[in-house]
């Protein structure tokens, strides 16, 4: 792999909703090989960034690049080096987890003996081996993450977009989560993940960026990007923070 190379390039990229823009003129660069955080209040355009670089959402303006891909104009090269785990996930859930992550490996061209070797290993790294043969639609909310987390890696893809990877998920999968993440980014892959979950965020990742209404507010390696603080209180002095009025939900007060 060339020495700084860029896994995803997102430039100049556009989105609005009616009057709604989500998105304004969002450039960013996610260098190969990083673990990267983008962080956000909730409506900040976290998922409209994800889904436009995924190929999910068409711009308004802007492109996205994976690794000398573009996402919209070559959308079969882009979509081969990258496994995505999109926020509110429609899995076709009358499957089995098994039969589930054999469909996704077969449709990604991933030969049938390689899907299920990789489908055994997925869902025993995963703790899903006992759940492997039930159908997805009866999976609690953290199982239907981490089979999502499994479709989007049989591929062995190069760059992984996760929106929220570790929600709903309990600590014990959380940490096989985090731990696959590592070793596959050691491995030479590039993560980009959104949370709203700074610790996770300072704890997993070595560059960030930091968006809100739209546009990237900081981005750089973390340390550069905290400036010697908390990534908390730099992404709250960044994006500012609300005070509760004295006055407010009164009535929720007792005495
Ligand atoms: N399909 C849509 N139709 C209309 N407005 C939308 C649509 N999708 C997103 N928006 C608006 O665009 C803005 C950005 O939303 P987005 O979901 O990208 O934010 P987010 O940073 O992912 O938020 P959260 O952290 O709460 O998930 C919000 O104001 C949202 O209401």
Redesign the pocket.
């Known amino acids: 792999m060339a020495v700084n190379q860029i896994a995803l390039s997102l430039q100049g990229l556009h989105k609005s ?2 009057a ?1 823009l ?1 998105v304004d003129d969002l450039t960013l660069e996610v260098p190969a090989g990083s673990m990267f955080g983008l962080v ?1 209040p ?8 994800l889904s436009m670089a995924t190929g999910l959402l068409r711009p308004d303006a802007g492109r996205a690049v994976v690794l000398g891909a573009d996402v919209w104009s070559d959308p079969a090269a882009a979509k081969a080096l990258m496994g995505v785990l999109p ?1 509110g996930l429609r899995l076709f859930d009358r499957l089995s987890g098994r039969e589930l992550l054999r469909y996704v490996g077969l449709l990604r061209s991933v030969p049938a003996e390689l899907v299920t070797a990789r489908s055994g290993e997925l869902l025993e790294a995963l703790g899903l081996t006992e759940d492997a043969d039930n159908l997805v639609v009866d999976y609690s909310a953290g199982m239907t993450k981490k089979i999502g987390l499994a479709c989007a890696l049989i591929h062995a893809p190069r760059l992984l977009l996760l929106d929220e990877p570790l929600e709903a998920v309990d600590p014990v999968s959380g940490e096989t989560i985090r731990a696959i993440l590592r070793s596959y980014v050691a491995g030479g892959g590039t993560v980009v993940l ?1 949370s ?1 979950v700074m610790e996770l965020v300072e704890s997993l990742c070595d560059t960030v960026a930091v968006v809100a209404q739209g546009r990237v507010l900081a981005t750089g390696p973390l340390d550069e990007v905290r400036a010697g603080e908390s990534l908390q209180r730099r992404f709250i002095s960044l994006v500012g923070g609300r005070e509760l009025d004295q006055e407010a939900l009164a009535w929720l007060r007792s005495s």
């Open positions: 909703f009616g709604k989500a956000g909730n409506g900040a355009g976290k998922t409209t960034t926020d959104s709203h």
